[in-house]
């Protein structure tokens, strides 16, 4: 099947964990034809996803760029535009999480971390996108929901219920201008994120799942590739939970 990926544009946000989602999705839409721009917060880790992609004969830049930062964010819109002269798919992958912690000793500087980069950063972004996207009657915006309900995690749960609604509202605005919108749930995985997970949280979620192994990278790559592709052109606003609990 052609996913109509080849020559196309892809921002990813958060593309610089070396053990993230961002940098197996880069690597999944580069093998269908993409060029990548790959952004994050970590500039030295974007530079070693792009470098990685381009070795391997893929357009590919990186960006240094912090999502919460609309005037950085609207920067690197305007080099990507320059690069490539269109963006047709954003993957609103950058995400982050304070310390695993009942929900009365979180701090403000917590509830901060996890409410502005998972839920301002995407919107900002999607934002400074979308404008271009609609001028050109096309575009496709994966947003990154995530773990809800999770003791310990509460702040950063309502941030991710909170990208569902906003997707299902930003969908229904868009579609009619040729952008569609969706979100991805991805499993729990053994990514920068939960790095500083216990063992036995891992260890438990493992058991749990029907295939006794956590989410990877390459699970969730091609799950993007289609929210990304042609062939999703009739599925929008809707939440894919990527999951084997
Ligand atoms: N790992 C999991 O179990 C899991 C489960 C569900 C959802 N997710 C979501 O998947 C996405 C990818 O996370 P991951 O698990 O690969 O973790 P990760 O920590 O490996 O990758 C996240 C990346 O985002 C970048 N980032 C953080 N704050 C940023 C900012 N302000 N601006 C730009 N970049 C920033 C980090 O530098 C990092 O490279 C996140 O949205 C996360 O919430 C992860």
Same mark, same amino acid.
């Given at each position: @099947?052609?996913?109509g990926?080849q !020559?196309k544009?892809?921002v990813?946000?958060?593309?610089g964990?070396?053990? !993230?989602?961002?940098?197996?999705i880069?690597?999944?839409l580069?093998?269908?034809?993409c060029?990548? /721009?790959a952004v994050d917060?970590?500039?030295?880790g974007a ?7 381009e070795?391997s004969?893929?357009?590919?830049l990186?960006?240094?760029?912090d999502v919460?930062d609309r005037?950085? /964010?609207d920067a690197?819109?305007?080099e990507t535009?320059e690069?490539?002269g269109?963006i047709h798919?954003l ?7 304070s310390?695993l912690?009942p929900f009365v000793?979180?701090?403000?500087t917590?509830?901060?971390?996890d409410?502005q980069v998972?839920?301002?950063?995407q @919107?900002?972004v999607a934002?400074?996108v ?5 001028e050109?009657?096309?575009g496709?915006?994966i947003?990154?929901?995530?773990? $809800?309900g999770?003791?310990n995690?509460s702040i950063?749960?309502?941030a ?13 605005e868009?579609?009619?201008?040729g952008?569609i /919108?969706n979100?991805?749930g ?5 990514t920068?994120l939960?790095a ?7 260890e438990?979620?493992r058991q $749990?799942? @029907? ?8 699970d /969730?790559g091609?799950?993007v ?8 052109s009739?599925m929008?606003?809707?939440?894919i939970?990527l999951s084997?609990?």
């Open positions: @099947m052609d996913l990926l !020559g544009t892809a990813v946000t958060g593309a964990s070396r053990i !993230g989602y961002g940098r197996g880069a690597r999944t580069a093998a269908e034809g060029h990548i /721009v917060i970590d500039g030295e530079r070693e996803t792009a470098a990685e992609l070795k004969g893929h357009a590919a990186a960006v240094a760029a919460t005037a950085a /964010v690197m819109v305007a535009l690069r490539f269109q798919i993957v609103n992958n950058a995400g982050a999480s310390k912690k000793e979180m701090t403000r917590d509830w901060d971390l409410i998972n839920l301002y950063g @919107m900002n934002q400074a979308l404008p271009h996207m609609i050109r009657r096309y496709r915006i947003n990154f929901s995530g773990g $809800r999770i003791p995690i950063y749960g309502a991710k219920a909170g990208i569902i609604a906003f997707t299902e509202a930003l969908a229904r868009v579609a009619q201008h952008v /919108v979100a991805i991805p499993g729990l995985g053994e920068g939960v500083h997970a216990p063992r036995e949280f891992l438990a979620n $749990r799942s @029907m295939v006794k192994r956590l989410c990877t990278p390459e /969730v091609p799950v590739a289609f929210l990304a592709s042609d062939v999703c009739y929008a606003g809707q939440l939970h084997t609990f």
